[in-house]
């Protein structure tokens, strides 16, 4: 799966977007992208995913540039429960789903 | 609550035993996944079953580790003669199918002294 690079932390206001981006210059054709999120002390949970097309549900939206090289997660209205590390993977859902977690961005919301 | 469930939830145990957790994962996913999350890195793969095969060892997976999942229900993680790199928070996950979407459980948490 192709490596991805987020920065390793961000603030944002509550009540303001939070955008975080991810750069996987290398993903392949068949190579989706998905967003997963940490909360302290629990484990990972599924937030979103693209291969190609903008996509959005109760949680966020998943921005894909055209070249498929970077994307970006948009939380539209931060509250303090999204205080979390958040994860962007690489799947080619093809093979086992074997998730490949990077670092994440440790991702703060304050008042 | 119809999640997945893993216990004990936290385990400290002295250097050399044996300790087992237990993974239940939803009702009807297949796909069963064994992750290994130590203190500010993200999950690191450990296993994966289908059904009751165990199809894929990640190399962090030493002899010390062994991994079942009789009748492709419950699975259980065993670690023989701990050592004090063991602890960590170790995580289940299933998912139905052939996918990025996983369901993770709370993680079992060890502490080997």
Known sequence: DAKTTQPPSMDCAEGRAANLPCNHSTISGNEYVYWYRQIHSQGPQYIIHGLKNNETNEMASLIITEDRKSSTLILPHATLRDTAVYYCIAVNTGTASKLTFGTGTRLQVTL | ?113
Request: some cysteine; hydrophobic content about 25%; overall charge neutral.
């Open chain 2, 1 to 113: 609550d119809t999640g997945v469930s893993q216990d004990p939830r936290h385990k400290i145990t002295k250097r050399g035993q044996n300790v087992t957790f237990r993974c239940d994962p939803i009702s009807e996913h297949n796909r069963l996944y064994w992750y290994r999350q130590t203190l500010g890195q993200g999950p690191e793969f450990l296993t994966y079953f289908q059904n009751e095969a165990q199809l894929e060892k990640s190399r962090l997976l030493s002899d010390r580790f062994s991994a079942e999942r009789p009748k492709g229900s419950f699975s259980t993680l065993e670690i023989q003669r701990t050592e004090q790199g063991d602890s960590a928070m170790y995580l289940c996950a299933s998912s139905p199918r052939s996918t990025g979407e996983l369901f993770f459980g709370e993680g079992s948490r060890l502490t080997v002294l």
